[in-house]
Each structure stands twice: as C-alpha cells, then as structure tokens.
C-alpha cells in the first residue's frame, strides 16, 4: 500500500522540478498521503545513499542532454534503491527531441528495483535558450501533468500494486543509439564539450549563486569567474545568476545553438504519457 510520494528530481534550471512536483503533488493529495521532495541536482545534494521501498512512489525527472540523460550525472541514479516502489520517470527535454532519453530512465528505474504506474515525456525551456520551449513547462503543460497525477492516482487506488507493469515508450533499446551530433548551420559537425561559460565582471557581484548551484561543482567558490571542473551546459548559472553575470561565447557553440533555434523552434511538441500494458 502507498504511503508515501516522493518528488525526485536533477532540475539546474528548475523546468523538470516544476513538471515532477506537481505531478508527485497531485497524485499524493489524491491518495491522501504525505508528501516530499528530492532534489539531486548538486554534488551535495548526492553525496547520500537514496533508498525507496514498497510504501512509496516516486515520480523521478530529468533533463534530456543530446538525447539521453545527463552522462556524467547518471551513474549516481543507478545508486539508486527502489525496493520494489512505484515509479514514475519523466524525461524534460528542450522542444527538439527526446531521443533515448526517457527509454534510458526508464531502463534505470526497472534497475533500481522500482515498479513502473507510468512514464512522461514533457518539455521544458532549453537549457541552451529562452527561444526553444521558451517559458515552458507553461500552463497548458502544468495542466496536463495534473491530468497524469489523477490518471496515476486513479490507477493506484484501483489496483495497488497491480497498477504497476511494462512501460513501453519510445526509443531504441540499450545499447540505445548513442548521442544526438551538435553541428552547426553548414552541417559540419561542433564539439562543445570543453565550452565553459564566460563571466561579466562588471555586473558579477562574487555572491557565489553559481558556484553552489552548478551541477558538477565546477565553478570556483573564491572566484566565481574561473571553472575548474567538467561543465555540462546545463544552464543553471547561465538562467539563474540574479544579475545575468554569466554567458557563452564561444563561436561553434553559438552557431549550433543557432541551428536549433532555427530547426526546432517549432512546431510545438506536447506533453507525451505513457501507462503499464495490460
């Protein structure tokens, strides 16, 4: 029996924390259960052991980076105890694709020993733009997920347990078919991954909000300007810096941003579900 509903979540720009909480939120009122929150996206934040058993559900998001989860951070989910809990993965992705995203999280979870009631795929601003998904998850996306807390709930309270099976959702099967290739408008390919972002220092004030918030604990705490770890592009210190001190400058990563503005912009993608097959 259900007890207990858990939000878990690695958020940097804190578009999958808002899809995953109002769907744990809404299942928890709706099964009239206690309610909390999980976040992972720091160092700090998973230097503890996370162990779930048969009274809980948790609802785990995260961000889709080049069409999987995130690499570097993605051996620290896999530490991860279910102890046969429910479980819900949500993939947040940036209006182009999720690729092999959410079929990754969802491999992980069966893994970590959780039992699946669902799966979702939503999409929140890119972490690259405020173009591509720009303000999203919005409204209509908050909506939808209220819709799949009550969808989740109903199932739960119906059959328990049982409400739980195979998720089958879009994407290739593992090996899964690798990462999606950054190119830039003239199709040659770019690699951004010793890109790091750059620092205004005439509207830094060295608080040191980028620091504390960077995913892989990259950025300096004595000089916020210098990165002396691995950076992921994640985005945080970029859209959360209270005085817009951070950026990227780099000519092969602007051009390929570019190009995604260009091609995925729109149409539109919307929020997709996915239940147990009965």
Not at 31 to 38: C, F, G, M, R, T
Not at 43 to 72: C, H, S, T
Not at 99 to 117: A, H
């Amino acid at each position: 029996m259900t007890n207990h509903v858990t939000a878990l979540y690695f958020s940097p720009t804190l578009t999958t924390k808002k899809v995953v909480t109002t769907i744990a939120k809404g299942i928890a009122e709706r099964l009239h259960v206690s309610y909390s929150e999980v976040d992972i996206t720091t160092p700090a934040q998973r230097e503890g052991k996370l162990v779930f058993d048969e009274g809980d559900l948790v609802v785990f998001g995260a961000p889709v980076y080049i069409g999987r989860m995130p690499n570097l951070i993605s051996p620290y989910f896999k530490t991860i105890t279910g102890g046969g809990a429910l479980g819900v993965p949500v993939a947040v992705y940036g209006n182009r694709a999720y690729d092999d995203g959410l079929i990754e999280l969802r491999d992980i979870m069966e893994e970590d020993g959780f039992r699946l009631v669902g799966a979702a795929a939503f999409v929140g601003e890119h972490t690259f733009s405020r173009i591509l998904g720009g303000g999203r998850p919005d409204g209509e996306d908050l909506d939808v997920a209220e819709r799949f807390a009550c969808e989740i709930a109903q199932k739960v309270l119906l059959s328990g347990v049982d409400a739980a099976g195979r998720v089958e959702v879009p994407g290739t099967p593992y090996p899964y078919s690798g990462f999606y290739k950054a190119t830039d408008k003239s199709k040659k390919s770019v690699d951004i991954r010793k890109v790091v972002p750059q620092t205004d220092l005439t509207k830094c004030d060295g608080c040191g909000l980028c620091a504390k918030m960077c995913a892989m604990g990259a950025i300096d705490f004595t000089d916020c300007s210098q990165v002396v770890g691995k950076c992921i592009k994640c985005g945080a210190c970029i859209k959360r810096c209270p005085r817009g001190a951070k950026y990227f400058d780099d000519p092969q990563y602007l051009s390929h941003l570019a190009l995604l503005e260009e091609k995925f912009t729109s149409p539109r993608r919307e929020p997709e579900l996915f239940f147990p097959l009965k």
